[in-house]
């Protein structure tokens, strides 16, 4: 059993279409982050959310922590071509350091 | 703009044969992690570091792997003898751990690792 469930697994659309990934878990975490793959690299954070119910915003990305801090989604606005990669979640340990990551979401948006 | 390095990037080997992977990490950061990536079981962390000492090496196959830090730039693992199903993409990561937060990992770009 998966500690963190990331939903869909896969994705295709087209540039231009919104769309909303999915990071759930019956546990509660004291922080959640978000990480984009791209193909032959590896993962780059793109935010950290500690408050239930925060709302950031990376321009076309929006990340929101549930209000029981359970949860997490990432919406993207207008999807580019270059918004393709895999995007993971991840909860870590303030003692450790040591991050635990989702299976991720495998996104392909289509020019 | 400082960056996680890792060499080789590509290593292809024969079954049996040893294989190490190097990590420099960022200069400065106190953690390094290992991590390897399989389309079966996504990122799983193998081993890691904070100051040099090793913290946790749970996720190791014990009996073939071995990860060390002989300094502050350098960071290796190691299989020995290597399997097939050793195939996958490795990763280094470094990190400077705060007393009362949650670490922003830094990746390098990995060594894809196949083995004949």
């Known amino acids: 059993t998966q500690l963190l469930e990331q939903s869909p697994q896969f994705l295709s659309i087209q540039e231009g279409e919104n769309l909303t990934v999915y990071c759930n878990s019956s546990?509660?975490?004291?922080?959640l982050q978000w990480y984009r793959q791209e193909p032959g690299e590896g993962p780059v954070l793109l935010v950290t959310v500690v408050t239930g119910g925060e709302v950031k915003k990376l321009k076309r990305l929006t990340f929101q922590f549930g209000d029981a801090r359970k949860d997490s989604s990432l919406h993207i606005t207008a999807a580019q071509p270059g918004d393709t990669g895999l995007y993971l979640c991840?909860?870590?340990?303030?003692?450790?350091?040591?991050?635990?990551f989702g299976q991720g979401t495998t996104l392909q948006v289509k020019p | 703009d400082a960056r996680v390095t890792q060499t080789p990037r590509h290593k292809v080997t024969e079954m049996g044969q040893e294989v190490t992977m190097r990590c420099q990490p960022i200069l400065g950061h106190n953690t390094v992690f290992w991590y390897r990536q399989t389309m079966m079981q996504g990122l799983e962390l193998l081993a890691y570091f904070r100051n040099r000492a090793p913290l946790d090496d749970s996720g190791m196959p014990k009996d073939r792997f071995s990860a060390e830090m002989p300094d502050a730039t350098l960071a290796t693992l190691k299989i020995q003898p290597s399997e097939p199903r050793d195939s996958a993409v490795y990763f280094c990561a470094s990190g400077l751990k705060g007393p009362e937060r949650t670490d922003t990992q830094y990746f390098g770009p990995g060594t894809r690792l196949t083995v004949l």
């Open positions: 991840a909860v870590g340990s303030s003692n450790t350091g040591k991050l635990i």
């Open positions: 546990s509660v975490f004291s922080s």
